[in-house]
């Protein structure tokens, strides 16, 4: 599903839960984002494999292949490291939150999870304004030696 709208940023909602994705999808692009939804990990890759996106929203429990592994691929390829991935999961473990964020998850958020909340972190990574000394990891504007050095002050 791709809504087109003015556009303030391109998002790729990765959610296997059709509703859930649905209504991120939907709360985004009234929030003049332009929005790409896939259902599973592998139909996720080949999308994000052929178009840019400013930021991923990712499932970690998808079918196909999960989000952790997804999250490497994105983070891993020259072409897409430097986009923004949100993982927003039921897994809320402290080693799962630790695992997302060494292969370069930008922010971890787990369900039950705020519509609202989720518009900002995008809003937040998008305009580079971060929130805190932990914003932002990963992010565009930081080079390699910045992003290790705040993700060791962050943990």
Do not use: W
Request: hydrophobic residues 40%; glycine residues 10%; aromatic residues 6%.
């Amino acid at each position: 599903m791709e809504v087109n709208t003015e556009g303030k940023g391109r998002i790729m909602v990765i959610e296997d839960d059709v509703n859930l994705n649905k209504l991120i999808a939907y709360n985004l692009s009234k929030n003049g984002y332009l929005v790409d939804s896939a259902y599973d990990g592998i139909s996720a890759k080949e999308k994000i494999s052929q178009q840019m996106f400013d930021v991923v929203v990712l499932d970690i429990m998808l079918p196909g292949m999960d989000g952790f592994r997804l999250c490497e691929v994105i983070k891993g390829a020259p072409k897409t490291r430097e986009t923004f991935v949100v993982v927003l999961t039921a897994r809320a473990e402290p080693l799962d939150k630790i695992y997302g964020n060494m292969l370069g998850a930008d922010r971890y958020l787990t369900k039950p999870f705020s519509v609202a909340g989720l518009i900002n972190i995008i809003q937040e990574l998008i305009e580079g304004r971060g929130n805190g000394a932990c914003a932002g990891i990963g992010g565009q504007r930081d080079n390699i030696q910045e992003k290790h050095k705040r993700k060791q002050e962050c943990f």
